[in-house]
């Protein structure tokens, strides 16, 4: 099979507001296999143009692993310098360049020049994904789509970021009163207050993609979720919102605090001093009847490598609770222990990290609760 695919990329500034788009074309027949239109973010043209490359390769060999691929560009630049006749030089487009390369490796990809009048669809496609692209707001304008964000992090062999939206569940009568409720106690519904924080924070995630605070980020495909109920309520409410697929991860349940559950603070320090003493700041000891740190972690380990298996460079929405979410963070942040305990994650709370397969990783936001109007 041969595959011709068309790219072309955009910015409105250079750097600026920029576009990507590509067409996956049958080359015996001519019929448009598909259609690729996506916001770069702030970006300049050449990244731009780059990221739509890097775009149309992954659609036509996602149609065709061992298809034969003519690229048709308008940019000079990307077509010498991926020919091989020119030298790339700037950091930016040698990242670029090695991502375009690790996915042509062994394959029969050839690249031709075209005028930009010959490159009108992919050309409509990018100004299309720039037009539906909002003014960036201030934690936008740093953000690199493709990579960390911080020059000073090493440049990942991944191609494209795992996304993860993580969403603790909104309130019950537990939260409410203060006590403990981990995964094997209690499994107590949403209160009146915490159906409203779902459906605030359902609000909020469905403007991803496009606007609100987080617009910069490429909109979810699922929401994967704990099997407790306050997690599986929030969840609902969240993919009825933006017409989500929803599925459930029992290893993303809360840790199980054993005979302590239900206790409020007051009570687990008086009735289980020693117990308690034991336990605070500890990797290995459980409560009574409840599970250590070392045995969850070993299991949020196989939640983590199960999406990043399953949903490689997309986005997904995990609604979970307290202390999964922290150990997913803590997996971002490459922290020692002290990670499990040290972030705050208020009731339907928004925490986003993005995952360069198991090289590199950046949180965007820790606790974000201002979608929330109490």
């Known amino acids: 099979m041969k595959l011709i695919v068309e790219a072309d990329g955009g910015s409105r500034g250079n750097p ?12 015996d027949s001519g019929n448009v296999l598909q259609e690729i239109s996506e916001a770069v973010g702030i970006a300049t043209n050449n990244v731009a143009e780059y990221t739509a490359l890097l775009l149309g390769l992954q659609a036509a060999f996602e149609i065709n692993p061992s ?7 308008d940019s000079k630049l990307v077509v010498e310098q991926m020919s091989g006749r020119w030298k790339i030089k700037h950091p930016d487009m040698i990242a670029l360049g090695s991502k375009v ?29 720039m037009d539906f692209t909002p003014e960036p ?18 440049r990942p062999e991944a191609t494209t970021a795992t996304t993860l939206i993580l969403v603790r569940h909104g309130r019950t009568a537990l939260t409410e009163s203060r006590k403990i ?29 496009h606007s609100g605070n987080f617009g910069f980020l490429p909109k979810p495909v699922v929401v994967v979720h704990s099997p407790i109920a306050r997690a599986q309520q929030t969840a609902s409410a969240i993919a009825k919102r933006s017409s989500l697929p929803m599925v459930e991860n029992p290893n993303l349940a809360e ?12 009570e687990l320090f008086s009735g289980f001093e020693e117990e308690y003493s034991s336990w605070r700041g500890s990797y290995e000891v459980a409560p009574p009847n409840g599970e250590s740190l070392k045995d969850f972690d070993a299991r949020i380990r ?50 986003i990290a993005r995952y360069f397969g198991d090289e590199a990783a950046e949180v965007v936001c820790m606790n974000s609760t201002g979608h929330l109007s109490s």
């Open 67 to 73: 298809a034969a691929v003519l690229v048709r560009m």
């Open 137 to 154: 707001i201030a934690s936008a304008v740093e953000f690199n789509v493709l990579e960390p964000s911080s020059i000073r992090a090493p």
């Open 255 to 266: 840790i199980g605090f054993g005979d302590w559950d239900g206790l409020t603070n007051e």
């Open 101 to 129: 390369q690790k996915i042509i490796a062994g394959k029969n990809v050839e690249f031709i020049w075209i005028p930009r009048e010959q490159n009108v669809l992919a050309d409509a496609l990018a100004n299309r994904a």
């Open 16 to 27: 600026g507001i920029s576009g990507a788009g590509a067409v996956v074309i049958d080359a």
């Open 181 to 209: 409720s981990g995964g094997t106690g209690e499994n107590p519904d949403l209160s009146e207050a915490g159906l409203k924080d779902a459906r605030q924070v359902a609000d909020e995630l469905a403007r991803l993609g």
């Open 302 to 351: 196989v939640a983590f490598d199960l999406i990043m298996q399953q949903y490689q460079g997309q986005t997904v929405v995990v609604v979970a609770h307290v202390m999964p979410i922290r150990a997913l963070l803590r997996i971002a942040n490459d922290a020692s222990i002290a990670g499990f305990w040290r972030p705050n994650i208020s009731p339907a709370s928004i925490s």
